[in-house]
Nanobody, 120 residues
Framework: QLQASGGGLVQAGGSLGLSCTSS????????MAWFRQAPGQERELIAA???????YYADSVKGTFTISRDNAKNTVYLQMNGLKFEDTAVYYC????????????????WGQGTQVTVSS
């Protein structure tokens, strides 16, 4: 239901911007989030934005990643700056209507993921 795009190969220290949109789901009433999953690791919540535009960041990306949303464009963004090798992962966007939007548990609608590879 959600489509994530914008991944690619970037050198360490570089930047990438990811987008998440949907042709079937209107994001306005949902809390939205970005997750990532590195090889051999569990999927982790890294950034979330509530439907009222409050934001949450995992410690691992705080200060370098920025989540935003444009409801008029039905799109959520993740701007990633200062990328490190350990940021290499598949990045997913997800939507939730759960009041506990800072938790990974309530996210029920997912995109297919986009690969981000950071070369050292």
């Amino acid at each position: 239901q959600l489509q994530a795009s914008g991944g690619g190969l970037v050198q360490a220290g570089g930047s990438l911007g990811l987008s998440c949109t949907s042709s079937t789901l209107t994001v306005r009433p949902y809390h939205m989030a970005w997750f990532r999953q590195a090889p051999g690791q569990e999927r982790e919540l890294i950034a979330a934005i509530s439907r009222s535009f409050a934001t949450y960041y995992a410690d691992s990306v705080k200060g370098t990643f920025t989540i935003s949303r444009d409801n008029a464009k039905n799109t959520v963004y993740l701007q990633m700056n200062g990328l490190k090798f350990e940021d290499t992962a598949v990045y997913y966007c997800a939507a939730s209507q759960n009041v506990n939007w800072r938790s990974a548990v309530g996210y029920k609608y997912w995109g297919q993921g986009t690969q981000v590879t950071v070369s050292s």
